[in-house]
Every structure is written in C-alpha cells, then in structure tokens.
C-alpha cells in the first residue's frame, strides 16, 4: 500500500485546513485509516483514526469538536478537516493505515499554525 499526503501549509490561529491522504496498491485490504502528527522534540501521537467499515472514529482529546476525520472508501482516500486551529497544532501530520497484522506510513505533510 503506498500512501501521498496532502493539504498542509502555514495557516492563522483559528483558521482552517484539510488534509487529504490517498491510498493505492492492496486498497482492499484496509481495515482502518488514521491520522497521526509529530511536533518537533516530540513523540509521535495519534489524532483520529477510522475504520473502513463501519466507519467508527476516535479523536485525541486535544482536537475533539475542532478536528473531523472522514474516508471515501470509492477513492481510497481519508482526509482530515481541521478548524480552530490552534499553534500547539503545528507539526509533520501522518497518515497511516492498517492491513490485516501490518501497517503503512505515508511520508508526511507540514502544518504550521502562526499565532
């Protein structure tokens, strides 16, 4: 599965962006999609996942209300529409997808939030 990240960029406080991430390669095989970010010194952390199924979602506590994770299961691609952005939201945002016991990261894509 390969996997090209999108939608990032230098944004205000309390502006908008959304993200996209396009799958490709055994897309069938997806049980589950997620977003993660990594700030600089940091750990890498989750901020929403889905599944491809039923489409259940789970949110890190710091972006629920603000965040919202959704797929397109005919495109193969995930996106993530996020408001009120805040400056603690800035860093490299992942996605990453789940197939049967393994897992897939794409390469990342930049936010910054100005304040």
């Known amino acids: 599965v390969q996997l090209v990240e999108s939608g990032g960029g230098l944004v205000q406080a309390g502006g908008s962006l959304r993200l996209s991430c396009a799958a490709s390669?055994?897309?069938?095989?997806?049980?589950?999609m997620g977003w993660y970010r990594q700030a600089p010194g940091k750990q890498r952390e989750l901020v929403a996942a889905?599944?491809?199924?039923?489409?259940?979602?789970n949110y890190a506590d710091s972006v629920k209300g603000r965040f919202t994770i959704s797929r397109d299961n005919a495109k193969n691609t995930m996106y993530l529409q996020m408001n009120s952005l805040k400056p603690e939201d800035t860093a490299v945002y992942y996605c990453?997808?789940?197939?049967?016991?393994?897992?897939?990261w794409g390469q990342g894509t930049q936010v910054t939030v100005s304040s």
């Open positions: 990453r997808v789940w197939v049967g016991r393994g897992n897939y």
């Open positions: 390669g055994s897309t069938f095989s997806i049980n589950a």
């Open positions: 889905i599944t491809t199924g039923g489409g259940a979602t």
